[in-house]
Structure formats: structure tokens, C-alpha cells
């Protein structure tokens, strides 16, 4: 890592945006205004092409703190499709390029969207206007980055539905005593730790392999966060009790988001599915494939 945190800066932006913008109740609008003037659209993109030229592994920290408050904008989108830019030989527009499955595309922005053929990606950038113009990538290239960016969303979810629920613990009494006190209660919060922990380093993990190897990135850090969502909402909840879903507690908000980002370009399932087609075939050559792909991701 270099003597500058980028990363570390990034998250502080993200951090001091979101408590500027009202946290609680977050607008989607503004929340992609601000996006925009700090340049987050840009950041994978070329500096050549007019962005900033930073790494995926700057990217982590600021997408984790993202997902800390289930900030509805959609950066993980924006970034993606900016880096797609790159890999797909489009010139980039002087406007944000979202990679979109469908959902709604901010107002001024330029919508990727990206078809599997039989051996490659075919992105689709579409202007405002209405034109289009089509490149093709790597098969299965859009689907893995923008699933290990979104796996990046989950674990800061994951983190802060931890720590909510650790001061929760520590704070509410029940029968003369905190809850943490509890051994259930304190069972429940080390469960939802460890799936937090492990959420983080697959993604981690997901980052450091991703330009080297997107699929297997995508099968690490999709695969477990999303498999992590299940378990730790529900021990969110339980310690929580009936406060964790009203409406001014965060939450619910925290859990929804991870609902919905769990079956973004795959889920647990998915990428298990492509896990086991990578490993299957090998047969003999299981445990060579398996060291050469650990090597892989020890690489520095």
C-alpha cells in the first residue's frame, strides 16, 4: 500500500457526506449530487479519459463505509460502469455511466447495460439522447466487478449492523441487567461478528484478485457476503427485538439493503454454482488448481 491511505480518505468523504446529508433519511438525489462533485463517478476511469486513474483496491474502504448506511445512491453502479469504460475501449462522456440491469438511471447520466453471448460481454452505452453505441469485454467481466463491488456494500452493512447491535447489547436491560450480559444474547453477537469478519476479508480478498482473475474474485466475495446476509441479519433482529424494525432505528434500513444487494449479480447460490464448475473438472488436478489459485491471491 502506498505511504497516502486513498482509500482511507475516500471512506472519511463518504463518512462526512453522509452526515451532512441527514443519515436517518437519506435523498437519493442529493446524496448523487454530492457523489458527483467529489468526482466518485470518475474514480476508475483513465486520467487520460479524464478521471481520476485509481486502483479497484482504493475503492474498497469508501464502498464498505457506503454500505455502512445504506446510502441509496448508486455508486457501486457508477464506478462499475466507469471502469467497464476502460476494459471495453469507449470513450468516456463527460457525464456519470451507470451499469444498470434495468433499475432507474439518474437523470444526465449514460446507461451501460451488459448482454452475455456465447464467449464475450456485449456492454450497450446508451446517452440521455437516446443513441447507442456497443462494445464487447470479457465474458461475465460487468456481472463479476459489479458483484464484488456490491459484496463490498454488504460487509459495511454487516459491520454496522454489528456494531448497533453491540451498543444495543450493551445499553437496554432486561431483568436488572444489560442484555449483553446474556449468554444468548452474547452467543447471537459473536455469530453475527464472525459472519461480519468473514464478510470482510472475502471481500478483501475479492478486490486484491479482481483484475486479475474476476470470476474467482466474484465467487469469493459474492458468494460468502451474500451468504452472510442471512445469517447476520437474522442475529441483527434477535438481539435487537422489536426496535430493530421501526422506523426511526437504522436498522431495518441496513437489512433491506442487504436483502436487496444480495441477489445483485448473483447471489450465494450463483456463485457457488460457478465455484464448483472451476473446480469440478479438474479432478487429479484438484489440489494443483487449488494452490495455484491460492498463489494467486497472495500475490502482492
Known sequence: MSELDIGGLLADQ?????????????????????????????????????????????????????GGYAAPA??????????????????????????????TVPQGAWALTSRRLDDADLLSLT?????????????????????????????????????????????RTQFGRPLGKFQAVQRLAAELGLEATAAR??????FHLLPRDPTLAACIAKGRTSLAVRVGTACAHQIHGAIGVTEEYPLHRLTMAMWGWRDVAGGEAAWGDALARRYLPTAGRLWPTL?????????A
Do not use: C, K
Open 291 to 299: 494452490v495455484a489459485d491460492w498463489d494467486l491471491g497472495a500475490a
Open 201 to 206: 476479508a472475502a471481500v478483501d480478498l475479492g
Open 14 to 66: 463518504i463518512r462526512r457526506l453522509m452526515e451532512e446529508a441527514a443519515p436517518d433519511r437519506p435523498d437519493r438525489d442529493a446524496l448523487w449530487s454530492r457523489l458527483l462533485e467529489l468526482g466518485f463517478d470518475r474514480a476508475l476511469i483513465r486520467e487520460s479519459s479524464g478521471g481520476q486513474g485509481l486502483e479497484w483496491s482504493d475503492l474498497v474502504a469508501p464502498l464498505v463505509a457506503w
Open 74 to 103: 448508486p455508486l457501486a453502479e457508477a464506478l462499475v460502469g466507469g471502469w467497464l469504460l476502460d476494459q471495453a475501449g469507449f470513450s468516456a462522456p463527460d457525464a456519470p455511466v451507470i451499469l444498470t440491469g434495468g433499475d
Open 127 to 171: 446517452a440521455p439522447s437516446g443513441g447507442a453505441e456497443h462494445r464487447t469485454v470479457a465474458s461475465g467481466l460487468a456481472e463479476a466487478a459489479l458483484a464484488v463491488a456490491t459484496a463490498a456494500q454488504i460487509a459495511g452493512a454487516l459491520q454496522r449492523s454489528l456494531e448497533l447491535s453491540v451498543d444495543h447489547a450493551s445499553t
